[in-house]
């Protein structure tokens, strides 16, 4: 058998799947939702307007220049912004911290002061303040030790130690970003298996089987049906990711590292590598039915395989990426095309263990393509009654 | 192209479908391929296609083995439906044509020609299930023979149809065999396809039975019934000259004689006129449903003669 005649075939077949699954209203509604979705993600953060940070610091009289330059230049490094109140007297800015109207308020008098604090406040903003202060008493006493303004921006520029987040995940926000991609990947894999599921069996039951098995290789049906329909699920899977990668990349969304770009994509990689673990499974099965409405039953074993798999990555993994279990379900090929891409956006997990499970879902789905074959040429072919599974494996 | 069935065994489990079936389907003779319910009809057909793999026997076209390339020039039609139902009339036979290897705009012109010839030019865009049944059939056999194939095997294709459209039906087939296609069908209506096919196949229990040209079996099966229509009370002494021949059903005006092969049903009838007026007469050859209880009355005797 030559690629020359085998392809043409699967590939009217998958036209034909394409076409009709993507003339029907409910995957363009479907595939409209999820379009939806993916471009309120690059939206509504937009009309939600400006995430960063805002504090007012109530003041008594002049700010000292030195104060107002360190606060600044410490909003520029936090990602926040500062405004000065000014008040006439400390009985006005300390009312003002109380009623909420300040963050903050200084009152200082020869070389000492009073910070007042909203009692159930942040510390935060206070904590900025008082290093303001501090650093700039600190430049006043140098100066009055006679040290050039070299020597002191020396001294100042001792740097802090450095901050390392040790949580569960390198970042929330790109977690959050897995977890969304583990939801739309369960839906649009189980989506698509049932469609595949659905095609088979209609094809099985209305006999266009036998026609088709006349002139067509059962692995020709199987693999053009799965292509066919797999396309009509990426394009769904793409409708939400798309806008929502673009929306991260041009920094419109949220507050998430361009690292979640590449979570989004790793999604769609998925999806495909999903596809070709499951959607065999699916065709094989649908094939055992008798009727198209035994089709739910039939395709149950592997929509519990699915479910299973789902519910570990956003129950066990989501906790703890880096457990034992999340790390083994992240690589075994039924899990890993929903457990990986939730435990990758953790960003703690080595890259080859990555390679290790693209590696072994590809090989798995080698293995199910060439089993789910044989049980559907079998099936297609066992008319009448219902097929038991041991009969299309054995026979 | 002769298409041939040589010794076809195939088994379901415990279940013998067919146990060794021979067929020979010749060209440009419109062949019908008879037995009950449950004969073993549409197995040999699936086998004969190709669909699965028989556990032994094999089939020859031309005496050759058949390849899977020699069933892109093949027509299919199965039993009932076999059709997409959500998909366009149109769009269903251009697939089919496409599936058998014609490029796109040949399956396109193959398809709007067979629509036109079956009636259903106009029906191009309509869904299949938005078809009346009749529309349906006639698009399933446009389904067969869009592409135009060398061999057109179909599955009951009579099965359920008014009499109109068996008529047009018939003709559709009878075009291909006069245009030298090999052509199949299978139908458990005896009687209904009597004169529709030149030869048959009768299988029975998965195994042939009787297999011919319709005209040579008739008249070959020694069963031939003289219909003699006489004035009422007419008398029948004249009878005992033809001690072989036996009465198959006496009414008032009416006798139906059977006569065997060495008797001459003219000199019945010259014998039954000069005895008295003869108002309606007729020689009957067997019907195939007959002749397919004689064959299986045969075989069973046979064996059971080997068993004892």
């Not at chain 2, 698009?139 to 068996?166: R, S």
Request: a negative charge; one cysteine or more.
């Amino acid at each position: 058998m030559s690629t020359g005649s085998w392809w043409p075939g699967a590939r009217l077949v998958a036209g034909r799947a394409l076409a009709e699954g993507g003339s029907s209203k409910s995957w363009r509604i479907v595939t409209l939702l999820m379009l939806l979705a993916g471009l309120a993600v690059a939206i509504v953060p937009r009309l939600l307007g400006s995430q960063t940070p805002q504090y007012t610091l109530g003041v008594v009289g002049d700010v000292p220049a030195g104060l107002s330059t360190q606060l600044q230049g410490a909003a520029a490094l936090g990602d926040f912004t500062v405004n000065i109140a000014t008040y006439p007297d400390a009985a006005a800015a300390e009312q003002a911290v109380r009623d909420g109207d300040a963050d903050a308020a200084l009152v200082e008098t020869d070389g000492a002061g009073t910070l007042y604090v909203s009692a159930d406040g942040s510390a935060t903003f206070p904590a900025i303040v008082s290093q303001a202060v501090l650093a700039d008493r600190i430049t006043t006493t140098l100066q009055g030790y006679g040290l050039s303004a070299t020597e002191i921006a020396a001294i100042r520029a001792t740097p802090p130690p450095e901050q390392v987040p040790v949580g569960k995940v390198a970042n929330e926000g790109r977690a959050a970003v897995g977890m969304v991609v583990g939801i739309v990947l369960y839906l649009t894999l189980i989506l698509t298996g049932t469609t595949i599921a659905t095609a088979v069996a209609t094809e099985k039951t209305t006999r266009i089987s036998e026609v088709l098995l006349a002139v067509l290789r059962p692995t020709q049906l199987l693999v053009g049906t799965v292509i066919g329909v797999g396309v009509l699920g990426l394009a769904q899977v793409a409708a939400v990711g798309v806008p929502a990668g673009i929306a991260v990349l041009t920094g419109s969304s949220f507050d998430l590292p361009t690292a979640a770009v590449g979570d989004i994509a790793l999604g769609l990689v998925w999806f495909v590598l999903g596809i070709c673990v499951y959607a065999f499974l699916f065709a094989a099965m649908a094939t055992l039915v008798q009727k198209v409405t035994e089709v739910g039953s039939a395709i149950l074993p592997v929509n519990v395989l699915l479910i299973g798999s789902y519910l570990l990555a956003v129950i066990v993994t989501i906790q703890d990426p880096n457990s034992p279990v999340s790390v083994a379900a992240s690589l075994f090929p039924f899990s890993a095309p929903l457990v990986m891409p939730v435990r990758w956006a953790s960003g703690l997990v080595p890259a080859w263990q990555l390679g290790l499970a693209f590696v072994l879902a590809a090989g798995a789905a080698v293995g199910l393509a060439l089993l789910a074959s044989r049980i559907y040429a079998r099936g297609l072919t066992l008319s009448g009654r219902r097929v038991k599974l041991r009969e299309a494996i054995s026979g | 192209m002769a298409l041939q069935a040589v010794g076809l065994t195939q088994r379901f489990g415990d279940r013998v479908a067919l146990a060794g079936v021979d067929m020979t389907v010749r060209p440009g003779v419109l062949t019908g391929l008879l037995g009950p319910n449950g004969a073993g009809k549409t197995t040999l057909m699936r086998v004969m296609l190709g669909v699965i793999e028989p556990d032994a026997g094999e089939v020859l076209l031309d005496g050759r083995a058949v390849g899977f390339r020699d069933r892109q020039r093949w027509g299919y039609m199965p039993q009932d439906r076999g059709l997409y139902p959500l998909m366009p009339a149109g769009d269903q036979l251009v697939y089919m044509a496409r599936l058998h290897g014609l490029d796109k705009s040949e399956a396109t012109d193959r398809a709007r020609s067979v629509m036109a010839e079956l009636g259903l030019a106009d029906r191009w865009d309509e869904r299949v299930d938005k078809l009346s049944g009749g529309m349906q059939q006639r698009l399933q056999l446009g389904a067969a023979i869009v592409h135009d194939p060398d061999v057109i095997v179909l599955d009951e294709p009579f099965a359920g149809l008014d009499p109109v459209a068996v008529e047009e039906l018939s003709v559709t087939l009878r075009d291909r065999v006069t245009a030298g296609r090999t052509v199949v069908f299978s139908s458990h209506q005896l009687d209904l396809v009597q004169d529709l096919c030149e030869e048959i196949v009768m299988i029975h229990q998965g195994r042939t039975v009787l297999a011919g040209l319709v005209a040579d079996l008739r008249a070959a099966s020694g069963r031939r019934q003289l219909r003699l229509g006489l004035d009422p009370g007419a008398p029948r002494d004249w009878l005992a000259a033809f001690p072989d021949v036996t009465v198959a059903a006496d009414q008032v005006d009416a006798v139906r004689l059977e006569i065997p092969p060495w008797v001459d049903p003219l000199a019945v009838l010259d014998a039954a006129r000069a005895a008295g007026p003869v108002t309606d007469f007729g020689l009957d050859l067997p019907t195939l449903s007959e002749m397919f209880l004689d064959a299986v009355g045969d075989r069973a005797a046979l064996s059971e003669g080997a068993h004892a």
